[in-house]
């Protein structure tokens, strides 16, 4: 598919909050993700949104959804350092059977 | 075992050379995908299974790359006369009927694959 672009990388500190965005590219996109991949592990659904919606909220995760300028973002609340890993935004689109599109990935570092 | 497994979980291979990388997804999963991640990318999708057969195979990158999945459970991604640009992480992953609707993915660690 066509690119889904992420920026590549955000440093914050302990305690303050990150916002990680992304541009997808399908307006027929029924679901966007966020995925999360620690060094030596498999990657790992965060949160996932569905299109007709604006915001979603799951404890110290927000997920913006601006669909007619197609931008996703991922707010982590009071960031710890076991936060840091590289974020996935991807999109899904039915018709696929749901092979999803990725971004390249936001690497998080979360500094003391 | 709870999550998706994949063997082996690293290859080093000679170019040319045949090779095999096996997925067991979780039990009772209907759908299984293999994806492809190059360092710095994020994964790229290869193939989709719904059960035995492959509902969507657009994403193998040519001839050389095959993948079955006989029996709807076990799948093996298969490439013949590997070529140093086939070097990635080739991950796997599967889901069940509840969540193929929400798209919603789980991912083995991956089987890391060096041609030299």
């Known amino acids: 598919g066509e690119d889904v672009e992420q920026s590549l990388f955000l440093s914050v500190r302990e305690g303050d909050s990150s916002v990680i965005n992304c541009t997808y590219t399908?307006?027929?996109?029924?679901?966007l993700y966020w995925y999360k991949q620690e060094p030596g592990a498999g990657l790992q659904l965060l949160t996932y949104i569905f299109s007709n919606m604006d915001m979603k909220q799951d404890q110290r995760l927000t997920v913006l959804l601006n669909k007619k300028d197609k931008h996703l973002s991922l707010r982590i609340a009071d960031t710890q350092t076991g936060d840091s890993a590289i974020y996935f935004c991807a999109e899904g689109v039915p018709d696929s059977g749901y092979a999803l599109n990725f971004g390249k990935g936001t690497s998080l570092l979360v500094t003391p | 075992g709870a999550g998706v497994s994949q063997t082996p979980s690293n290859k080093v291979t000679e170019k040319g050379k045949y090779v095999e990388l096996r997925c067991d997804p979780i039990?009772?999963?209907?759908?299984l995908y293999w994806y492809r991640q190059s360092l710095g990318q994020g994964p790229e999708f290869l193939i989709y299974?719904?059960?035995?057969?492959?509902?969507?195979d657009s994403g193998l990158p040519n001839d050389r790359f095959f993948a079955v999945r006989p029996e709807g459970s076990v799948s093996t991604l298969k490439i013949q006369r590997t070529e140093r640009g086939d070097s990635a992480v080739y991950l796997c992953a599967s889901s069940p009927i509840g969540t193929v609707n929400t798209g919603e993915l789980f991912f083995g660690e991956g089987s890391r694959l060096t041609v030299l």
């Open positions: 039990s009772g999963h209907t759908a």
């Open positions: 299974f719904q059960g035995t057969g492959a509902a969507d």
């Open positions: 399908d307006s027929s996109s029924t679901y």
